[in-house]
């Protein structure tokens, strides 16, 4: 924090906004490879191929092995001949000046140009050279310290900071300067959403403490979180991203063109079809991201919906400071003035996400049990006492997601991680068995039959504990039964429970299932590999909690 | 793999030499051990007649046994041992380490143990040796691997201690060599504070005063009187300590790590210190190259950690004939034989065992903190995977890490 506000105090403007653009994650485009990186070092090293791989296996990075191995390769001798200009260069000098010519030369006065650069760095200083050039740069400060280092700096309220600075940064001396400005630009902060209000995983403790009925209880929608923004005659459709999703939901931003001026919704984007009870699961919307024109047959087939939860700004007012019962009384008059006439609303394009009964807190469960059947991943609690605030505070909204599925399955393949995983095998491969090891012996005589076959059936990375990782890491070294490249077929024996949020037939994947959001949730040292569960099992469990029937559907929803 | 009819063989108790009769770093108790140096992995009890270099005698005498028949050498001395011709050099390691040299019917053979090139004001400078045969260590065998003098990295770390009075700063270490490395620099640079001592570290530091070596003054943690404040302090611990709940007592303190892992990010942030500072006692790639080279050995054979990598790229772009000692005993010699739970055990094998292929034992798994998550084991597969089938059949210490006990599963 002190070494922030030193900094943005000290350097100048034009380094100052590059930084903080670095410091929030702004990606840039790519100015070269990885790879290429990579032979412009082998290159001007003459180090073997090889020897550069095996480095790479151990560091886990290539602007972090071309930084150490640079040094190396060239020796001292050579080293310090030339001091490279970028050693002594801004910040901004680099950035706008320095690294993006690089990408248009050919490539050998693109090697020779790289080499000079790097040529007299440190090591410390290539990374970060490399890392910008590849676009990697990530900085490990959390954004909420970055906005209060800011906010100390420049008087201003980090809420107010966190507004101007949503929907993105402009990194130059001015676009800082208006950052940071005592008086807001009210034409910039126009088409900006308002910072999320994010909830905290459900504390049970906490809450029995506190009426029920206190509590504003929602279903949480499994799509993407979004803000739908009506001002001065245009419209916005912001995600939580903190990107502009609206080119691939053109029907949202009709939606929005007939919605009243100076209007912000808070909501969830997701596919859900006008006529039907509820929405389709979440694969359908993944196949709507990131189209820039969807086709009008994938518009017809997987329509999307605004589901509005809260009302953030009416009348070019900012009502985040109402309390949430108040904001929900005026979103429902919204909603109903917009059902009155023939309009996108009424055809299904906005829906008011429906609030759940809640008298006591045993009531809780059953409501919470009901989310697959209508295709939600849980229930919101929201206090209705409280303003809309600005990220992730404990105390006024919680998240109190379905229990995952398990399944316990058979590690079959690792890969090694990179970054801070790399050269330990973090990536795992399970395995279902193809039928039941007694399916034999039930079959009786007659031809000798098939033992079962352990079919690949997820992927997972997490889930594991450090020191499980290094054990496991271990026992995957020393009992690996075949390499293909960099990934290791394992004996097959070892057992894990993995949890995961829903599940589905796929095409794709060999199983013939696909599953949400896998990962590990216990190390089963208990089960033997042979008791470890079946493809059968997998799909009794989507025929329980498979995609929700509208005979499933419990509560009404607007 | 070594010729067995070479002047060193492999044996199911280590690297051994028939005309003298002897046995180099043995990890089973063997009649006659030559010692490299005192490590844990390296000088293991239950050996008849120990041969090792003098300055390393008290070490080894604390870790073996006051008892252990121990045969004092300086640097260089010629000894007949049987039908061989033995001396020890200086490997430039830690206090009293030694590269070993033999010959007889007219070929010399070199054994480098754990060695660096670096200065270290703590023990006695690296000595090259030609030999025809040479075996070496390829711990940091990555060219990424590349040291900055022992002097900077210790101001560097004085500069970090320095600028944090208001909080204890526990630099985690090797209890045997770095400690003592650390101890001495900081000295030469001036410093004049006492610093302070987790046990596994206070229990070396006479051996090193004793053989004149100037160290900053020290005090163990435990003779501070419990309500003295800590603030500002330096502390020097063993990297098991981290993790332990002797750190209570320094709860709030700055922590870091030196050791040659710390080169790369990702191992710095897996060991969880706030810094990382980047000190070996072992070669880095251009010294093992450099070393390799001078012997003029017409053959190499390289064990310990990056054993591929080095062998081919001394093969290959050296034309030196190289090739990996992996897997076999000296795989084995992270393995704490007899001495699980010793707390030396786990505090100093740090960096060597760290380096082991493929095969970390039980006893280290439990210490939690001398296998380095740095290294990359060497593969298992292969010859070295056969030999080894054939040490986990024989040996229960060198189990299933993860299962505990009984192994389960032999290697494929």
Redo the contacts between chains.
């Keep these: 924090m002190r070494a922030l506000v030193d900094y943005f105090r000290e350097v100048p403007p034009g380094d100052g906004a590059w930084a903080l653009h670095c410091l929030l994650g702004g990606q840039r485009r790519r100015l070269l490879t990885s790879l290429r990186l990579r032979q412009i070092c082998l290159e001007g090293s003459g ?2 191929a ?2 550069f791989d ?2 790479y ?5 290539s602007a ?2 071309i930084a ?2 640079w ?3 060239i020796g001292e001798d050579r080293a310090g001949i030339t001091v490279s200009a970028g050693s002594v260069a801004s910040l901004q000098r680099w950035m706008e000046e320095l690294l993006p010519p690089l990408t248009t030369l050919e490539p050998e006065p693109q090697a020779r140009a790289m080499q000079e650069l790097w040529q007299g760095l440190e090591p410390i200083e290539l990374l970060v050279v490399n890392k910008l050039l590849s676009g990697g740069l990530r900085v490990g400060v959390a954004e909420g310290l970055v906005v209060q280092a800011l906010a100390q700096l420049s008087g201003l309220e980090p809420a107010r900071l966190r507004h101007r600075l949503m929907g993105g940064f402009v990194p130059t001396a001015t676009g800082l300067a208006a950052l940071l400005d005592p008086i807001d630009d009210d034409a910039s902060l126009s088409s900006r959403p308002y910072p999320f209000q994010l909830a905290c995983p459900f504390d049970a403790e906490r809450l029995e403490a506190t009426a029920p009925t206190s509590w504003q209880l929602e279903w949480k929608w499994d799509g993407i979180r979004a803000q739908l923004i009506r001002r001065g005659c245009q419209c916005w459709l912001w995600s939580r991203g903190e990107e502009l999703i609206h080119p691939a939901f053109p029907e949202l931003l009709e939606l929005g063109e007939t919605l009243p001026d100076g209007l912000a919704l808070d909501g969830e984007v997701i596919i859900w079809p006008p006529a039907a009870p509820c929405p389709q699961p979440f694969a359908d919307l993944q196949k709507r991201l990131g189209r820039k024109a969807p086709s009008r047959a994938l518009l017809a087939q997987s329509p999307a919906a605004f589901v509005a939860y809260d009302l953030l700004e009416l009348g070019g007012c900012d009502m985040r400071h109402e309390p949430l019962r108040q904001r929900r009384a005026a979103l429902e008059a919204l909603h109903q003035q917009l059902l009155a006439a023939p309009s996108p609303a009424r055809a299904g394009l906005l829906r008011l996400s429906a609030t759940l009964p809640l008298q006591a807190w045993q009531e809780l469960e059953a409501q919470r049990s009901g989310a697959r059947a209508v295709g939600a991943e849980g229930l919101m609690l929201k206090d209705l006492d409280s303003p809309y605030l600005v990220g992730r505070r404990r105390g006024p909204w919680w998240k109190h997601k379905l229990e995952p599925l398990r399944l316990d399955a058979v590690l079959l393949y690792a890969q090694a991680g990179s ?6 095998y973090t990536d795992y491969t399970f395995g279902l068995w193809d039928r039941p090891s007694d399916a034999g012996a039930a079959a009786g005589d007659g031809e000798p039959s098939q033992p079962p076959v352990l079919v690949s059936f997820a992927k997972a990375y997490s889930g594991l504990k ?2 499980e990782i ?3 890491d ?2 995957i ?5 075949e390499r293909f490249g960099p990934v290791r077929a394992v ?1 097959p ?2 057992v894990f429970e993995l949890a995961f949020e829903g599940i589905g037939p796929s095409k794709r994947h060999k199983s013939g299932l696909a599953v949400r959001f896998p990962r590990i949730s216990r190390w089963r ?1 208990d089960k033997p590999a042979a008791e470890a569960d079946t493809l059968a099992a997998a799909k009794a469990l989507i025929e329980t909690v498979g995609p929700p029937r509208s005979a499933a559907l419990r509560h009404p929803i607007g | 793999m070594l010729p067995p009819d070479g002047l060193i063989s492999l044996t199911p108790q280590g690297l051994y030499c028939r005309a003298a009769d002897v046995w180099i770093d043995p990890w089973r108790p063997v009649s006659r051990a030559l010692i490299t140096h005192g490590h844990a992995d390296h000088a293991r009890p239950g050996c008849g007649t120990y041969w090792a270099i003098g300055a390393g005698a008290g070490i080894l005498r604390k870790r073996l046994g006051q008892g252990i028949e121990l045969h004092s050498l300086d640097y260089g001395e010629a000894l007949q041992i049987g039908d061989a011709q033995v001396s020890f050099h200086s490997a430039g390691h830690v206090l009293g380490s030694a590269q070993i040299r033999l010959e007889a019917g007219g070929e010399s053979w070199l054994v480098t143990g754990d060695f660096k090139r670096d200065a270290d004001l703590s023990c006695a400078a690296f000595e090259p040796v030609r030999a025809d045969v040479l075996i070496s260590e390829a711990t940091f065998g990555l060219p990424i691997y590349r040291w900055s003098p022992g002097a900077q990295v210790a101001a560097e770390i004085r500069t970090w201690w320095q600028s944090c009075p208001q909080r204890p700063s526990v630099l985690f270490c090797y209890a045997f060599g770095k400690a003592q490395r650390i101890l001495a620099e900081l000295h030469a640079l001036g410093v004049e504070q006492e610093v302070l001592l987790h046990g596994a570290v206070a229990a070396l530091i006479e051996p090193y005063r004793q053989q004149g070596i100037a160290l900053v003054p020290t005090r163990p943690l435990s003779a501070l009187s419990r309500d003295e404040p800590l603030a500002g302090r330096l502390v020097l611990a063993p990297p098991a300590a981290q993790a332990s709940a002797w750190m209570k007592r320094l709860r709030g303190a700055q922590t870091a790590f030196a050791s040659g892992w710390m080169a790369v990010r990702g191992a710095r942030r897996r060991r969880g210190c706030e810094s990382g500072f980047v000190l070996s006692d072992h070669a880095d790639w251009p010294a093992l190259v450099a070393t390799a080279r001078q012997s003029g050995a017409r053959q190499v054979y390289v064990t310990h950690g990056q054993s591929d990598v080095l062998a081919r790229y001394l093969r290959e772009v050296e034309g030196i004939a190289a090739e990996p000692l992996q897997g076999g005993g000296l795989a084995e010699r992270g393995n704490p034989d007899g001495e699980v739970g010793r707390e030396a055990t786990a505090d100093d094998t740090g960096e060597t065992g760290a380096a082991i292929p493929g095969d970390i034992t039980i006893g280290e798994a439990t210490a939690g903190d001398t296998t380095e998550p740095g290294a990359e084991p060497a593969e298992p597969e292969g010859a070295a995977g056969l030999i080894n089938v054939g040490l986990i059949n024989a040996d229960p210490i060198h189990a299933d890490p993860i299962h505990g006990g009984e192994p389960r599963e032999a290697l494929p």
């Design positions: 180090l073997p090889w020897l095996d480095c296996r151990q560091v886990g990075d972090e092995t150490l191995l040094r190396q390769a970054g801070r995983r790399a050269n330990l450090d020191e290094v054990a496991l271990r026992w070294r020393s009992h690996t039964l004996q024996v070892q040292h």
